[in-house]
């Protein structure tokens, strides 16, 4: 059994046969008198207050060069690792497309909502969106177009909406 203990002068470590113990010795860094300890570890003993005192025991391969190689290696664990950057979450558009319906376009153009003088565009719009239900709508947005007037010939612009339901 080695005791390993270090030179009160340069603080060399070493590390010496446990037979040697009380004897003295030069320090082969600084050449310094050293006096080997005693192979000694303090244990606290349970139920006493003094100190209980038991050699400590180094194995051959703690005093090799080797063991004094720094080393930095990770251990694996089964925890996830912790996300330094929050992922922004999921797009409606996305996660429509991940749910098993289907994407669906509907686009109602105020044109095609007048009727005889009264324009149904609100009520048309609104019925479709009752239909379709809240939570399967993914997008609805405004649109501008522009068409041939059959009576005049010219070139009018409207508007409408073009609404992204899952159905």
Request: glycine share 2%; hydrophobic share 45%; net charge negative.
């Given at each position: 059994m080695d005791i390993i203990f270090n030179c009160r002068k340069c603080e060399q470590e070493l590390a010496v046969d446990s037979s040697a113990a009380g004897s003295e010795i030069?320090?082969?860094?600084?050449?310094?008198?050293i006096t080997i300890p005693e192979p000694v570890s303090p244990i606290p003993h349970s139920g006493d207050d003094s100190v209980r005192l038991e050699p400590h025991r180094a194995s051959a391969m703690a005093?090799?060069?080797?063991?004094k190689v720094e080393m930095h290696l990770k251990?694996?664990?089964?925890?996830?690792?912790?996300?330094?950057?929050?992922?922004?979450?999921?797009?409606?558009?996305?996660a429509a497309k991940e749910s098993d319906k289907k994407l669906r376009v509907k686009t109602i153009k105020h044109t095609d909502c007048?009727?005889?003088?009264h324009d149904r565009y609100d009520e048309m719009v609104s019925a479709f969106l009752i239909k379709v239900g809240e939570s399967h709508i993914v997008n609805i947005s405004p649109i501008n177009y522009s068409h041939v007037d059959i009576g005049s010939q010219k070139i009018l612009t409207d508007f409408g909406v073009m609404i992204v339901y899952k159905g």
């Open positions: 030069n320090c082969p860094s600084c050449n310094a008198t005093s090799s060069a080797a063991a251990v694996a664990s089964n925890k996830a690792p912790e996300s330094l950057i929050a992922k922004p979450l999921a797009t409606l558009e996305v007048i009727e005889v003088g």
